[in-house]
């Protein structure tokens, strides 16, 4: 999927048939919305037990924020979350859905007796209208490393058009964290894939002059995986805040991480690893989903962006540096990676990762694996967009 070069969601338009949900042409060539409309991915997500039953306790342990509320659902899927906020009181729910999984979130909305309750919207959040403002709006935009995928500028797009003022966001900001790590086996494995192109005599032609091409390539892949929290080789986080209440269309297209990590033990530090946390911060208690690698493990597992060159770190040196994040056509982001030891402003390494075009790796650390299994099929295992 990596390869996909198209329009995002905010600039793709659509003529669905709204009750049939029969696709247009274009709508076909949108790899979001066709990935989307399978069962299979919606069910990938609905068994990821660590997400979904987040997302329940988090409306249930908040019943005030529902009782009698109207909600908004950005990108219902199966209808999952609409079905959750009336279980948690809410008087009716809009769940938007660009895809025609609508067919199949309708066919459940009808046969557990909701069709008064909630409503099917098929289309895309940023062109839908919808009779009313509402008091809650919930989503689950959350692609790897938080903003893969780009949805979270239609969740916010859902906020700006019907949240009323002063309404609920259910989850409402998220931390993306970073930490350096030592992998020298991954490390490895990622020079030995360009490995081919060394080739001086590939039946009478030399391949040579693309080696360093293919290493671009490799270490342009984000590296999406567990690991164990052994390899980080600081205590400290770098952290980037969104609040999902006030953050702009401006500021989820450009934004930097800024990272100072004091190192704990001598080793090569080979990149830099990311993950995020999303709270649910209701009227009566804030639940919060954790992906990180002490955490369960989810379908969006934890990522790291590796270090073109890798860099020797001594305990106790600082590691400082950059990434920088580009929203692009893909549906995702660059992401430029710049660090260096005691060193700011000076940089030693760096190197451009590109988030749509993932590398799965999917050895792990125990704990997570072992709750992974538990929760059956996860998005990530069928090829992730
Ligand atoms: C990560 S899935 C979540 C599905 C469901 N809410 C759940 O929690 O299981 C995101 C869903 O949003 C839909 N979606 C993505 N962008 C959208 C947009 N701009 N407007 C409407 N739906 C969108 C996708 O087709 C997909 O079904």
Redo the contacts with the bound molecule.
């Keep these: 999927m990596s390869s996909l070069s198209t329009n995002t969601?905010?600039t793709t338009t659509t003529s669905a048939d709204p009750d049939t949900g029969a696709a247009t042409e274009e709508e076909e060539g949108n790899i979001?919305?066709k990935?989307?409309?399978q069962l299979s991915?919606?069910q990938n997500?609905?068994t990821d037990h660590v997400?979904?039953k987040t997302?329940l306790q988090a409306f249930f342990k908040n019943t005030v924020d529902f009782q009698g509320a109207n909600c908004l659902?950005?990108?219902?899927?199966?209808?999952?979350?609409?079905f959750f906020c009336v279980q948690a009181g809410a008087k009716e729910v809009w769940?938007?859905?660009?895809?025609r999984?609508t067919i199949a979130a309708k066919k459940l909305v009808s046969s557990n007796g909701l069709s008064s309750k909630i409503h099917i919207v098929k289309?895309?959040?940023?062109?839908?209208t919808l009779p009313k403002k509402v008091d809650v709006i919930?989503?689950?935009?959350?692609?790897f490393l938080l903003v893969h995928?780009r949805?979270l500028?239609?969740y916010i797009?859902g906020r700006d058009r019907y949240l009323k003022p002063g309404g609920k966001m259910f989850p409402s900001n998220s931390t993306i964290y970073t930490a350096p790590f030592t992998d020298e086996p991954l490390y490895a494995e990622t020079c030995q894939k360009s490995d081919f192109w060394c080739n001086n005599d590939f039946m009478g032609v030399d391949l040579t002059a693309l080696h360093e091409t293919s290493m671009e390539e490799a270490f342009g892949q984000p590296v999406v995986g567990y690991f164990h929290p052994d390899i980080l080789l600081s205590d400290d986080r770098g952290t980037h805040f969104v609040d999902f209440h006030t953050v702009t269309h401006e500021a989820l297209k450009s934004f930097e991480i800024d990272f100072q990590h004091t190192i704990t033990k001598t080793a090569v530090c080979h990149g830099i690893a990311c993950w995020f946390d999303c709270d649910f911060s209701g009227s009566q208690e804030t639940v919060v989903l954790k992906t990180g690698p002490e955490a369960p493990g989810t379908h969006w597992y934890q990522c790291r962006l590796m270090f073109r060159s890798p860099l020797a770190v001594n305990k106790n040196q600082i590691l400082n540096g950059r990434l920088t994040f580009r929203a692009n056509d893909s549906f995702s982001y660059d992401v430029k990676v710049e660090a260096g030891i005691d060193c700011n402003p000076r940089i030693e390494t760096e190197n451009m990762v590109f988030l749509q075009d993932q590398h799965y790796h999917y050895l792990y650390a125990e704990e997570s694996a072992v709750d992974a299994q538990g929760m059956g099929h996860v998005r990530g295992n069928e090829g992730q967009v």
């Design positions: 969601p905010s979001f919305s990935y989307y409309s991915h919606q997500m609905l997400r979904t997302y659902d950005v990108g219902t899927g199966s209808g999952i979350l609409a769940g938007v859905e660009m895809s999984i289309g895309k959040m940023e062109e839908v919930v989503s689950e935009p959350l692609g995928e949805m500028e239609s797009t």
